[in-house]
């Protein structure tokens, strides 16, 4: 696995590569509502990112979100996804819902 991680770094930000986990890279054959593509599979790392102001240990994991689908450049003439699954956190105290923030670039 650690191979594969290098070559996403080619491929992906690397915030991306650093706070999600690879969970499967596959192509995926024809089918009537879509051409043959890569699917790569991501979900974020059980780690919440103390916001400022916040003690990250008030904070309790409280799953993770349905996945969105993001469609990147092509790789060898074939279509790209990335389905990315989010992790939502629980204040212990308040039972506000967060999440992580990111500012992903290319």
Same mark, same amino acid.
């Given at each position: *696995?650690?191979?594969? &991680?290098? =070559?996403? /770094?080619f491929?992906?930000p690397?915030?991306? +590569? ?5 969970? @499967?890279? +596959?192509e995926?054959?024809? /089918?009537?509502? *879509?051409?043959?593509?890569?699917? +790569?599979?991501?979900?974020? !790392?059980?780690?919440?990112?103390? %916001? %400022?102001?916040? $003690?990250? %240990?008030d ?5 993770? @979100?349905?996945? +969105? /689908?993001? $469609?990147?450049?092509p790789?060898?003439?074939k279509?790209?996804?990335i389905? =990315? #699954?989010?992790? @939502?956190?629980?204040?212990? #105290?308040t039972?506000?819902?967060v999440? &992580? #923030?990111? &500012?992903? !670039?290319?």
């Open positions: *696995m650690e191979e594969t &991680n290098k =070559i996403l /770094t491929l992906l690397k915030e991306l +590569i650093e706070y999600f986990d690879l969970l @499967s890279i +596959i995926v054959s024809e /089918t009537v509502k *879509m051409p043959s593509h890569i699917l +790569i599979k991501l979900k974020e !790392k059980n780690v919440y990112h103390a %916001q %400022q102001g916040d $003690q990250g %240990q904070y309790e994991a409280k799953g993770v @979100s349905s996945e +969105i /689908t993001i $469609q990147d450049f790789l060898r003439g279509p790209v996804y389905n =990315i #699954q989010r992790r @939502s956190w629980r204040h212990k #105290q039972k506000k819902i999440r &992580n #923030q990111y &500012n992903f !670039k290319a």
